[in-house]
C-alpha cells in the first residue's frame, strides 16, 4: 500500500539522504504490518483493552436543546487512555516499532499529550522511551513531565531556536538520522516525510470506522463532522472514511488565537500569512513572516500552535473537500464552558475549538440533522490554563499557598515509607 506520498502538491519525502533508506523501510514494513492478520489482531486487543475503545458516541442532548438547531453529538475520544486521541497513533507505531526489532523510540511532544501516550505505550510493549521537549514547554507543561517519567520515559529539553515544538521535532530528526538501525521515530501528528502522513492517518481512523458504524446503528442524518487541526492528526483519522463521499461536510477548526494579525494565531489555511513550504521533511502550508522564516504562533491550546498543517489536510482544504474554519481563544474557553455546564463534559482545549465551530453551526440547521464533533481530548491536563482564567484569585492563592507549603518543608507522608 505504499503511496507516492503526495496529495496533490504538497507531502513528499523532503529528508537528507541517510534517512531515505529508513523512510523507505518503514513504508514496506507498514505496508506490510496492516496486511497481516496477526498484527491487525495484536493491535486490535490493545485498543479495546489498553486504550478502551471503541469510544462512545455521547448525544449533547442539553447542548442541542440550549443552541436550538441540529442535534449535536460528541465522540468521546477523551476517554481514550492517557486522555486523548495521541494513544492509537502512539500504540499503532510502537508495536509496528516492535515487529520491525527496534528497541528504542523517540518522539516529539509540545503540549505532552503525544509524549505521554508514547511513553505508556512504550511501557507497556518494553521499548525504551525518549522524548524531545523544548525547554519552554518542559517548563510549562510540567504534569506531563512528571507523568512521562513516571512511564519510565527520558524527558530531554531542547534548548535550541525557540525552544519549543518544532525546536523538538528538529531534534528528534538528529536523533533518528544517527540511531535509526535499533530506534524509531514516532511523530505524533499527521506530517513529517511519507510514510508517516499515510500511516499516522491509517491508525488514527480508527475514530472515524466506529463513528461510521455508531452513526449507522443509530440512523442519524448527519450533516457535518468537526474536527479541532493542529498538525492534524485527530481531524484526517475522523474524516478518513468519509473523505470520497460527497457528503457529510467535513469542517477543520484551526486556532485563531487572539487575533487575525502576524505572530496572532495559527490560521494556516483561513489566514493569509501562510505560504507553500518545506519543513520537517513535507510540503505544505506553514506560516511564515516577511523574510519568509517560519513565524511564531499563538494559541490558548498548545496542541493547535503549530506552523504547519498535515499536507493531505492542506490538500483537500485547497480542493473544498473540508473546510476551514479559524476559532479564537475566547470562543473556545467559551465553548469549553458551555459543554462542562450543559453535559457535564469537560473538552481538552484544543477539542473546545471544534465544540465552539459545532456551537456556531448548530442554530442554522434543522432539528431533524446532526453534527458530530470530536473531542479529541478531555481538559483535566489544561486546568493550569483553564484555572487562572475562570478563577484567578483562588487559583493563585492555591498555588501560593502550596509553593509555601513546599518551601516550609512541611512533610508529606507517604504511605508505607516508614518500616
Ligand atoms: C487533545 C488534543 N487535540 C488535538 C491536538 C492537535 O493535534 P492533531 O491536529 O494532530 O490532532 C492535540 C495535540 O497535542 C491534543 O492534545
Redesign the pocket.
Known amino acids: 500500500m505504499e503511496t507516492t506520498g503526495y496529495f496533490d502538491r504538497f507531502g513528499g519525502r523532503y529528508v537528507a539522504e541517510v534517512l531515505r533508506r529508513p523512510l523507505e523501510e518503514l513504508g514496506i514494513a507498514f505496508a506490510e504490518a496492516t496486511g497481516d492478520r496477526a498484527f491487525m489482531e495484536l493491535l486490535e486487543g490493545l485498543r479495546r483493552d489498553f486504550i478502551g475503545r471503541p469510544t462512545p458516541l455521547l448525544f449533547a442532548e442539553n447542548a442541542s436543546r440550549e443552541l436550538g438547531g441540529a442535534r449535536i453529538y460528541v465522540k468521546m475520544e477523551g476517554l481514550a487512555h492517557t486522555g ?3 494513544i492509537n497513533n502512539a500504540i499503532g507505531q510502537a508495536l509496528l516499532a516492535k515487529r520491525m526489532g527496534k528497541t528504542r523510540i523517540i518522539a516529539e511532544t ?2 505532552g ?2 509524549g505521554l501516550a508514547t511513553a505508556s505505550a512504550c511501557a507497556r510493549l518494553g521499548l525504551e522511551c525518549t522524548v524531545y521537549m523544548g525547554e519552554v514547554d518542559v517548563r510549562r507543561q510540567q504534569p506531563n513531565v512528571a507523568a512521562m517519567e513516571l512511564y519510565g520515559a527520558k524527558v530531554v529539553p531542547v534548548t535550541s531556536g525557540s525552544r519549543t515544538l518544532k525546536d523538538a521535532i528538529n531534534e528528534a530528526m538528529r536523533d533518528w538520522a544517527a540511531s535509526f538501525a535499533d530506534t524509531h521515530y514516532l511523530i ?3 506530517l513529517g516525510p511519507a510514510p508517516f502522513p499515510d500511516m499516522v492517518r491509517e491508525f488514527q481512523s480508527v475514530i472515524g470506522s466506529e463513528t461510521r458504524e455508531q452513526i449507522a446503528e443509530r440512523g442519524l442524518s448527519v450533516e457535518a463532522l468537526v474536527a ?8 484526517i483519522g475522523f474524516f478518513s472514511p468519509f473523505i470520497d463521499a460527497a457528503s457529510p461536510r467535513l469542517i477543520g477548526a484551526e486556532a485563531g488565537g487572539i487575533g487575525p494579525g502576524p505572530g496572532e494565531n495559527a490560521a494556516r489555511m483561513t489566514g493569509t500569512a501562510a505560504s507553500d513550504g518545506i519543513i520537517h521533511g513535507y510540503k505544505s502550508r506553514f506560516l511564515t513572516d516577511e523574510d519568509g522564516q517560519v513565524a511564531e504562533t499563538r494559541s490558548i491550546s ?3 500552535d503549530y506552523p504547519g498543517i498535515g499536507p493531505q489536510l492542506a490538500a483537500l482544504g485547497e480542493s473544498g473537500r473540508i473546510e476551514f474554519t479559524a476559532v479564537r481563544d475566547r470562543e473556545a474557553l467559551e465553548a469549553l464552558r458551555f459543554f462542562a455546564r450543559t453535559e457535564g463534559v469537560i473538552f ?1 482545549l ?2 473546545a475549538h471544534a465544540g465552539a465551530a459545532a456551537m456556531a453551526l448548530a442554530p442554522t440547521l434543522p432539528k431533524d440533522r446532526a453534527i458530530v464533533v470530536n473531542m ?2 478531555r481538559g483535566d491536563k489544561d486546568i493550569f490554563i483553564t484555572s487562572p482564567v475562570f478563577r484567578p484569585a483562588d487559583w493563585t492563592g492555591f498555588l501560593r499557598a502550596e509553593l509555601a507549603r513546599l518551601e516550609s518543608g512541611e512533610e508529606i507522608h507517604v504511605f508505607g515509607g516508614r518500616e
Open positions: 486523548a486521541h495521541k509540545g503540549a499529550q503525544h505524533g501528528s499527521a479541532c487541526v493542529g498538525g492534524g492528526s485527530n481531524a498548545a496542541g493547535l481538552a484544543e477539542s479529541s481530548g
